[in-house]
């Protein structure tokens, strides 16, 4: 009787896990259609727009602007497809080295901002993390440094009590709006996708850790990441 029990509860439980996975695909579903039929329409006009003028003058900076529509367009698309394939899910973790993620990190955010400056702490020291993840963390805060500062900016990396900060002296995010940071579609910028920091917050939650944004000593953006579990 008991083992007649304990298999009706495991089979109850396992339905119950298979029902909430539903729901979490449904949400990344409804997310997508979601960007489908709004975040991405918005620079398809434009791109349709100016190709309509190119058509008619063919000025150089018509196709330019074609060019980043195009751009965004990818680069929404391709956050959209890494929350959808990824969500809040992480591989098997393990020490990793802070340091060498953020040198892959920035090599790929930093590829077309040769001026921009990285400034990394002597005593950082490993986390335990999913390097992929904890790689992507890390690019979605240096370009979101380096597309409101600009080419010439300086990114700090240090070491904090209980994990570790990215530091900018960009303009930095207003307080009041510093809670909404995080939120899916969210950016100062009309050209951002307001996916890049939504990532970063999906990726800290997964690891348990925690991200918050403050005001740098430059007066631009700080994210602070802790609770992380320093290896």
């Not at 240096?142 to 600009?150: E, L, M, P, Q, S």
């Not at 348990?208 to 005001?215: A, F, I, L, M, P």
């Amino acid at each position: 009787m008991g083992q007649v029990f304990a298999a009706n509860i495991e089979s109850a439980l396992e339905q119950i896990e298979r029902k909430q996975e539903l729901l979490r695909q449904n949400e990344r579903l409804e997310e997508f259609a979601g960007v489908v039929s709004h975040d991405l329409r918005n620079p398809l006009t434009v791109a349709q727009g100016y190709l309509a003028l190119a058509r008619q003058e063919g000025l150089p900076e018509q196709f330019d602007r074609i060019e980043e529509a195009h751009d965004r367009m990818e680069r929404i698309i391709d956050d959209v497809l890494y929350l959808a394939r990824e969500g809040d899910a992480i591989g098997e973790t393990e020490a990793v080295s802070l340091s060498a993620a953020i040198d892959a990190a920035w090599t790929i955010a930093s590829d077309e901002s040769v001026s921009a400056n990285l400034v990394i702490a002597d005593d950082l020291c490993a986390v335990t993390a999913y390097y992929g993840r904890l790689c992507q963390l890390l690019e979605n805060i240096f370009r979101n440094a380096i597309d409101h500062a600009g080419p010439d900016v300086t990114v700090t990396v240090e070491r904090t009590e209980s994990g570790f900060a990215v530091a900018d002296d960009g303009p930095g995010i207003p307080a009041a709006e510093r809670d909404r940071a995080f939120e899916r579609g969210y950016s100062t910028r009309e050209a951002g996708t307001g996916y890049g920091l939504h990532i970063v917050a999906e990726i800290v939650a997964a690891h348990g850790w925690d991200v918050r944004v403050t005001e740098s000593d430059a007066g631009g953006a700080r994210f602070e990441i802790s609770d992380t579990d320093l290896a």
